[in-house]
């Protein structure tokens, strides 16, 4: 919740100002409640109406003490009265009043476990209205958003029993900010664009504190809900991919479409973006275990791209895993591998992803073409695996590279040939055409040096 600290205080001002400021002013405050009680209604059952028809005023000495206290400036000052208040008037009806002075006190002094503390004393008080026991939820769950972000309190990051408290704190704020009566001096506008501000912030902490109790189903909802009101938020998509990564068992796919969207979201700055790509790519990395780089970056690039033009993975998008690949792999020959990348399509994709970059051993096939080099020796081959065949093929469907084995240069077109290489790309039809690397041709197809020695006859001795 790091990325949200900024907003905190600004959030904080205006959650307080809309939910304490002018309470005074309204129905239930302190001067009304001088007003002479009216006659309890008959039979009544609500525990908030008959106290309210039943209160008893509280003191001229009482009302004083508690003004002296909002009018400190001073915090030490304002709390030795707001505690000596207490302490006289431990059941005061200014209470609901007293004890949001204790957490505005607590919460500009940083003291952000007093401020929540004194946050629940409010919202737990009898018969608080809707927007004093709103004011009192946000101020918990923006204490803790508080005490997790500071770096010098790193256990409370991980504090799960004050997470759960905080999340509950922040889902009931959510709920309370229904409720919530706008003022009368507010556009309805501007209030509807506060609240929602508000309500991004508390989706954002309740989700934050889901994820540190591991409860990674409540913070993918939360973190969702977050995203429907702020769409295109870097952070918040990456902590929902890894909320989805954490799913037993994992949301793979998912958790890698929503940290895609993070790092092709327009809001992250280039450090963001580029960690965010970097992790991602291994993420991909790790799952395929591709031998081939390349194919790892194709697969990469392409996510990026889908991911970023729609905020929910299709169906149809598939990333084949190592585990994939691995089956492929079982029974895998050349003639399956060609069969498979001409016919295309999912398993044509599985296929390549598992044969590039794997070594074959004595690949047979018919020269068509060769260009012999000291060093590197090119052969175009055409693959058979009949007389038929060989007799037929006139068209190279191989381009052979033969690196550190000079003897290489001697072999002939129109023969047969078998070597072993890695397979390293290929070209689809209409063209096709597989290329291989680092191959070496078996000593047996290769012709003998002409000019060569004959090996000397041994006789027996007469």
Not at 423 to 451: A, C, Q, R
Request: glycine letters at 4%.
């Amino acid at each position: 919740m790091r990325a949200m600290a900024k907003f905190v205080s600004l959030a904080m001002v205006a959650a307080l100002s809309l939910g304490v400021g002018g309470m005074l002013l309204g129905a239930g405050s302190a001067e009304a409640q001088t007003a002479a009680p009216a006659a309890a209604p008959a039979g009544a059952q609500d525990p908030c109406a008959v106290a309210a028809a039943n209160k008893q005023p509280y003191t001229m000495a009482e009302y004083n003490a508690y003004t002296a206290a909002a009018a400190e400036k001073n915090p030490a000052s304002q709390i030795k009265l707001l505690d000596d208040f207490v302490s006289k008037y431990p059941n005061s009806a200014l209470l609901i009043y007293v004890y949001p002075l204790y957490y505005q006190n607590y919460g500009a002094q940083k003291n952000y476990q007093r401020m929540i503390e004194y946050a629940d004393k409010t919202a737990a008080l009898p018969c608080v209205d809707a927007n004093a026991k709103y004011a009192a939820l946000y101020a918990h769950a923006a204490g803790y958003n508080a005490l997790i972000s500071d770096p010098t309190n790193k256990t409370m990051a991980t504090d799960a029993v004050l997470a759960k408290s905080g999340q509950a704190a922040a889902v009931a704020a959510l709920k309370a900010l229904d409720n919530f009566k706008k003022p009368d001096n507010v556009a309805q506008d501007a209030f509807d664009t506060q609240k929602k501000q508000l309500e991004i912030f508390l989706y954002g902490v309740a989700a934050q504190a889901a994820l540190i109790q591991k409860d990674y189903p409540d913070a993918i909802t939360y973190y969702k809900s977050d995203l429907g009101l702020k769409p295109d938020d870097a952070v918040m998509e990456f902590k929902l991919g890894q909320a989805e990564l954490n799913l037993t068992p994992p949301a793979t796919l998912d958790g890698f479409w929503d940290i895609a969207r993070g790092a092709s979201s327009p809001s992250a700055n280039a450090k963001q973006a580029t960690e965010l790509k970097a992790y991602l790519r291994k993420l991909i990395a790790n799952y395929q275990q591709a031998a081939c780089d390349s194919l790892t970056d194709a697969e990469f690039n392409e996510m990026l791209q889908l991911a970023a033009a729609s905020p929910t993975r299709p169906d149809s998008y598939k990333l084949p895993s190592a585990t994939d690949l691995s089956a492929a792999q079982k029974d895998m020959t050349i003639a399956s591998v060609i069969t498979d990348l001409k016919a295309g399509g999912d398993k044509g994709k599985v296929t390549w992803l598992a044969a590039c970059g794997l070594e074959f051993p004595d690949v047979p096939g018919k020269i068509i073409e060769v260009t012999p080099g000291a060093d590197l020796t090119e052969l175009k081959v055409a693959f058979v695996t009949s007389d038929a065949e060989f007799d037929a093929a006139t068209v190279p469907n191989m381009d052979v590279k033969i690196v550190g084995q000079p003897d290489a240069a001697r072999v002939e077109k129109d023969n047969a040939v078998r070597f072993t290489a890695t397979l390293t790309s290929y070209d689809p039809d209409p063209n096709f055409m597989l290329h291989w690397e680092k191959g070496k041709v078996n000593v047996e197809d290769i012709p003998k040096e002409k000019g060569a020695k004959k090996p000397p006859v041994h006789r027996k001795p007469s």
